[in-house]
């Protein structure tokens, strides 16, 4: 993905609202009417077409009209731009830590040596 492409900001400010990310959970199940999609949640219908309509914005879902259903699919893509994205980070730190690890125990090993050095008659 290019730097200058800004598409992992709409991505983090969909996932950034935890009804949008609840949203998405139940939707890795299966598709769902927009009805299901609202029932576990105490707000109004157009509160949850606005979290709808960011999560469509955002690519991570996609909706359709089936007779006199909304029907919403998961959209994939998006998630896994965003992944490959941090992936990236989590690499970078563990790389850090295994470098970190082997600095600790370098360091205990040295000590380990003095301290016997210096215990000798």
Not at 7 to 35: C, K, M, N, Y
Request: include cysteine.
């Amino acid at each position: 993905m290019p730097l200058d492409d800004d598409s992992l900001s709409p991505i983090f400010a969909a996932l950034a609202d935890p009804t949008r990310r609840a949203i998405l959970a139940r939707l890795t199940q299966g598709e769902a009417p927009v009805s299901e999609l609202a029932r576990p949640f105490d707000m109004s219908a157009p509160a949850i077409s606005r979290h709808l309509r960011v999560l469509a914005d955002a690519g991570l879902i996609e909706r359709e009209v089936n007779a006199r259903w909304r029907i919403c699919h998961l959209r994939p893509g998006p998630l896994r731009d965003a992944y490959s994205w941090l992936e990236t980070y989590r690499r970078y730190w563990e790389d850090n830590l295994d470098r970190l690890v082997a600095f600790v125990e370098q360091a205990q090993s040295d000590t380990d040596v003095t301290s016997k050095q210096g215990n000798k008659p």
